[in-house]
C-alpha cells in the first residue's frame, strides 16, 4: 500500500473512532436515563458497523476498481464480489469489536443477526450498485456516441446544404438574368426546380436586332447529377449558337458531344429554334421535347382554317442515346400577335390531389384563351398550374414564352 492510501487508511479509522466513541456516549446517556433503551443500543450497533465499513469502502475503491474493470466478463465480478464478501468479513469483525469492548452488548451471541446481515447485504448491495454505475456508464458511452454521430451528421447535413446552396447559385447564374428583346417580339421564362437544383434548361440568346435563339431541354433525373447535364448542355448551345448553326446542325452537333459523355440511361430531351422577326419566321429542331405551342392570331389564315394552334414536333430522337442519329428542320411562319410557348413536362405532368395531370388540353385551352403580353401569359400558366397542384411539383417546372407584336 502506498503512503497515499495509508494516510486514507488512517484518517478513515480515525474519523471512524472519533464518531463511534460519541455515539457511543449518546448510547451510554440513553441508556442511563432509560429513554429509548433499545433504540439505543440499535443505533449504536448499527454505527459501529457501518463506519469501518464506509471507512473501507472509501480507502479500497478506486484500487478495487483497477483489479475489477480490466479484467473479461465474468471473472471482473467474481473479483469484484469477493472482495466486497473479504470488506464485510472484515467490517463485521471490527464492529462486533468494537461493540464488545464499548459494552454495548454482553455477549458474541449477541451480534450474530447483525453480522449475518452485513456479510451478506453488503456484498449484494454493492454488486448491485456497480450494476447500476456500469449500466450508467455504458448508457452515458452510448448517448455520447449518439451525440456524437449526430453532431457528424449535421455538420454534413450543413455542408451538402452549403454545396447545395453554391450548385443552386450557379445553375441560376448559367440561367438568362435578363432576356435579350429584340424588335418585333417580347419574352418572358421562369424555371421553378422541384428541388434545390435541377435539370431543367432553357435560354435565349441575340443573334442579332431581329433574330434571337431560344431553347428549351429537360435531362433525364432529378438533382445534383441532372444539374450537371444540364450545365454541359448549356456550354454546348452557348458555344454553337453564335455560330450560325442550323437548328439541326446544333442539335447533331450537341447529340454527339452528349452521347460521348453521358453515363448510361441518361439522356436530354432539347429544342432549339431560330426567330427572325425580319422575316417573320420561326427555324427550329425538336429532340425529342414537348412540342412547343404556336398560337396563331384569330384572323390569320391558320385560325381561319382551324389551326388556330400549332405544334412545333419536328426533328429528331432525344440527346444522348444515338450519336449518329439524324436531325430534321422544321419551318413555321409567324404572324402579328402570335404567341409561342415552350415547356417541359413538369407543366403537363402536375397532379392534384387526386392525381390527375395538369395535361396538355388543359395547357392548351388557357393558352388558347390568352391575348396579352409574354409576360401575362408565363404569369397566367404559372398560377393556373400551381393552383392546380396546390404549389407542389414533383418535377421541375419551365416555361418559355414568346409574343410577335
Known amino acids: 500500500m502506498n503512503t497515499r492510501a495509508t494516510k486514507q487508511l488512517l484518517l478513515a479509522v480515525a474519523t471512524a473512532l472519533a464518531v463511534t466513541s460519541a455515539f457511543a456516549l449518546l448510547t451510554l446517556f440513553i441508556m442511563q436515563g432509560n429513554f429509548g433503551h433499545e433504540a439505543g443500543i440499535a443505533v449504536a450497533v448499527g454505527t459501529l458497523y457501518v463506519l469501518p465499513l464506509l471507512a473501507l469502502q472509501a480507502v479500497t475503491e478506486n484500487q478495487l ?52 446481515a452485513v456479510v451478506v447485504v453488503t456484498p449484494l448491495a454493492a454488486l448491485l450498485i456497480r450494476l447500476y454505475s456500469k449500466t450508467r456508464s455504458r448508457l452515458e458511452e452510448r448517448n455520447r456516441q449518439l451525440q456524437a454521430t449526430v453532431d457528424a451528421e449535421a455538420s454534413t447535413l450543413r455542408q451538402h446544404a452549403q ?20 424588335k418585333g ?64 446542325e446544333l442539335c447533331a452537333r450537341a447529340n454527339q ?12 430531351t432539347f429544342f432549339y429554334a431560330v426567330v427572325d422577326t425580319a422575316k417573320m419566321r420561326i427555324d427550329y429542331c425538336n429532340a425529342g421535347h414537348n412540342p ?50 415552350l415547356y417541359t413536362d413538369g407543366i403537363t405532368e402536375a397532379a392534384n390531389a387526386q392525381e390527375e395531370e395538369f395535361g396538355e388540353q388543359r395547357l392548351m385551352a388557357l393558352f388558347g384563351q390568352h391575348d396579352g403580353s409574354a409576360e401575362k401569359c ?28
Open 65 to 116: 476498481r483497477r483489479w475489477a474493470d480490466p479484467a473479461p466478463f465474468p471473472m471482473d465480478w467474481i473479483v469484484y464480489g469477493g472482495a466486497k464478501l473479504v470488506l464485510a468479513l472484515a467490517a463485521a469483525g471490527i464492529g462486533s469489536l468494537l461493540t464488545l469492548l464499548l459494552g454495548i452488548v454482553p455477549h458474541w451471541s449477541n451480534l450474530y443477526m447483525a453480522n449475518r
Open 163 to 182: 454545396e447545395a446552396e453554391h450548385a443552386r447559385e450557379i445553375q441560376q447564374a448559367l440561367m438568362p438574368s435578363q432576356l435579350p428583346q429584340i
Open 185 to 248: 417580339c417580347q419574352l418572358a421564362a421562369e424555371c421553378v426546380p422541384s428541388r434545390i437544383v435541377g435539370g431543367d434548361y432553357y435560354d435565349a440568346i441575340r443573334l442579332g436586332d431581329s433574330r434571337v435563339a431560344i431553347a428549351i431541354g429537360d435531362v433525364s433525373g432529378k438533382g445534383m447529377g441532372a444539374a450537371l447535364l444540364m450545365s454541359n448542355l448549356q456550354a454546348i448551345v452557348r458555344a454553337f449558337a453564335p455560330t450560325g448553326l442550323a437548328p439541326q
Open 257 to 268: 458531344l452528349i452521347a460521348a459523355n453521358v453515363a448510361p440511361g441518361k439522356y436530354i
Open 292 to 341: 412547343p405551342l404556336l398560337r396563331h392570331r384569330e384572323n390569320s389564315p391558320e385560325a381561319l382554317s382551324g389551326n388556330a394552334i400549332e405544334m412545333l414536333t419536328e426533328g429528331g430522337p432525344v440527346l444522348g442515346i444515338l450519336p449518329a442519329a439524324p436531325y430534321a428542320c422544321g419551318t413555321a411562319e409567324l404572324r402579328p400577335q402570335d404567341c409561342l410557348v
Open 378 to 405: 408565363r404569369e397566367q400558366i404559372i398560377a393556373a398550374v400551381s393552383q392546380f397542384s396546390n404549389g407542389i411539383f414533383h418535377d421541375d417546372v419551365t416555361l418559355l414564352v414568346m409574343t410577335v407584336d
